[in-house]
C-alpha cells in the first residue's frame, strides 16, 4: 500500500475544524486498484475534511476526463465525470462500513486511508453505457460504425401484439360480471 500514502489522513493530529485535501488522480492510481477500462484519466478530487469533537464528516468532489472505450464501436473518446460523496466517521468498538454513508473506525485508529472512497466514487459515476458522442451527432466516421449503419434492419417493426384468441374468451368473462 506504498504507493498509495498520500491518501492517508492522520486525523488525530488535525484541529477541530475544516481541512481541505487536493489529489490529482491519474493513471497510476487505477493501476493500483488493477482497474483496465479507462485507457487514461485526469481527474481532480477535493476533499473537504471537517472534524468534529465526536465525529469526523468528509465531504467528496471531483470533476475530470478519463479516456475511454466506445460501447458500440469500440473508439476512444474522452469522457467527462463529476461526482461527489458524503461520508460521515464515527468511533465504536470495531470496523464497520455496512452502511454506504456511515463509516465505524475503532476507538485506537488514529488514521484513515481515503483511496477506496475515491476509487468507489469515480467508478461508480460512471454511465452504465459509454457511447461515443459523435454517434448521436453524427459525426463519427469510423469503419466500425459505418458497418453497422449499413447492417442496422430496415422497415417498420411495430407490428401489433397476436393475441391468442383463448385469452379473449378469458378477457370476456372478467368483464361480463
Known sequence: MKELKDYIIPFVGLSIGS???DYQIK???????????????????VLDFNKRSNHFDLNFSFEGIVNVNCDVTNEEFDLNLDGDLRLLVNEGEEFNDDNPEILILPHDEYELN??????????LSQPIKKEHPGIEDGTLNSEVYNKLEELRPQGDF???EKVDPRWDKLKDLLTNK
Open 114 to 123: 481515503v483511496a477506496q472512497y475515491i476509487y468507489e466514487m469515480i467508478i
Open 19 to 21: 481541512h481541505r485535501f
Open 158 to 160: 411495430e407490428e401489433e
Open 27 to 45: 493513471d497510476e492510481f487505477f493501476e493500483f486498484f488493477e482497474y483496465e477500462e479507462f485507457n487514461s484519466a485526469d481527474i481532480k478530487v
